[in-house]
């Protein structure tokens, strides 16, 4: 079973920064991918980031690209999300995302998500 942690999240100014934790129980090159996407409210849950587990190619919503960066440390088991020049609409719940092939079929694993408030 796969246990997704997310941390990092809370109240910022507009202009602001913060950076969004998600650990792992399982090593996270054995992903395909790890990401994040986030769903404010009355909205679908949308991609924010995404990156290969093995290479460490990375992928951008655009409206976030510039100011967001996704990374990953082996070590710790750990994805972060670094948001920079936070505004208003990018207030939202953050998911954190893992892919996994079973042999037979991609699954996907989520954390239970941490808000991201952002004041104007």
């Known amino acids: 079973q796969v246990q997704l942690v997310e941390s990092g999240g809370g109240l910022v100014q507009a202009g602001g920064s913060l950076r969004l934790s998600c650990a792992s129980s399982?090593?996270?090159?054995?992903?395909?991918?790890m990401g994040w996407y986030r769903q404010a409210p009355g909205k679908q849950r949308e991609l924010v980031a995404v990156?290969?587990?093995?290479?460490?190619?990375?992928n951008y919503a655009d409206s976030v690209k510039g100011r967001f960066t996704i990374s990953g440390d082996n070590a710790k088991n750990t994805v972060y999300l670094q948001m920079n020049s936070l505004n208003a609409e990018d207030t939202a719940v953050y998911y954190c995302?893992?892919?996994?092939?079973?042999?037979?079929?991609?699954?996907?694993?989520w954390g239970q998500g941490t808000q991201v408030t952002v004041s104007s």
């Open positions: 990156m290969n587990s093995i290479g460490g190619n990375t």
């Open positions: 399982r090593a996270i090159f054995s992903f395909g991918t």
């Open positions: 995302n893992a892919r996994l092939f079973t042999g037979v079929r991609w699954s996907d694993y």
